[in-house]
């Protein structure tokens, strides 16, 4: 089978299954979030120690935000009088975790790879956000007001149907704004998949290279991937020999640093947080990738 048909029978799988988990997912989180009150989300992320840490991740992880959200709601935080360390978890944890990401991960890689995913953002994302209140950064946050109300999770309308068809509706909203971004993404898996030489690819990023990790989240740190980008991209490098842990570390540094919001968070953080966000995002691609190739 020559390589063009391989890539575009790997991009049309792919992509359908891809299209029909976001949209099935969505649904349910968005109706699962009409039921659930905003302000008993905050209240536990108020939570004193280590408990406001694990909420704030627990917050990100299951709520699909985008920067345009995320940045909003990060300053709904702040003005609500939430702990510093507990809003820096969750702007760790929220581009990289939600039921989405979790669901993609066990139906193209497996369950081990989606629990350990989970379990090592979450722990880093816990731990860099008290290391970042222990340091005393909360001054490096600007005077800023909020206008408005900022980013609200809607109760939406009454009746089960009303809110099913009203989620639907909003999942559909979701995929039509990342439809875009999947496409490059599997395009890409595809290419990789159908013509990228496994040899040269096994050398450079395969489990003989001590380097792989490193260099693999180096690469991903200036590209804007998401998740959903990212995941078809290291199944294709899987299949051509890649490491787990490269894999892993590539998905962490695409995704966790996105240009457009570290943007808008310069508006709300100083250089110095900014900085650290690169940093942190860095260390727990190539950590939770050398974890992934030891114990997987």
Known sequence: MNSLLVSVQ???????????????????????????????????????????????????????????????????FLQAGIP???????VIASPLMDPLVFTLLVAFMGWKVAVG????????????????????????????RLKGDGYQISAGPDGFKNRLIASFGKAWGDFRAVLVYMVIGVAIGAAIYGYLPQALLAR????????AVVVVALIGLPLYIRVESAIPIGLALLDKGASIGAV????????GIAIPELTMFAGIFKRKIIIAFVVIVFITAVLSGLIFNLLI
Do not use: H
Not at 44 to 55: E, F, R
């Open 10 to 76: 790997y991009f049309f799988t792919i992509m359908a299954e891809l299209a029909v988990l976001f949209v099935g997912i969505s649904t349910l989180i968005a109706l699962a979030f009409m039921y659930l009150p905003e302000e008993k989300l905050q209240a536990w992320m108020a939570g004193k120690g280590i408990w406001g840490n694990i909420m704030g991740v627990l917050f990100g992880a299951v709520t699909p935000f985008c920067a345009c959200s995320t940045v909003p709601m990060t300053l709904g």
């Open 204 to 211: 450079v990023a395969g489990p003989e290279n001590p380097f």
């Open 84 to 90: 510093f360390g507990s809003i820096m978890s969750f």
């Open 117 to 144: 995913f989970l379990v090592l953002t979450s722990v880093f994302a816990v731990f860099f956000g008290i290391m970042l209140d222990k340091m005393g950064w909360s001054n490096q946050v600007k005077r800023v």
């Open 248 to 255: 892993i570390a590539l998905i962490i540094s695409g995704a």
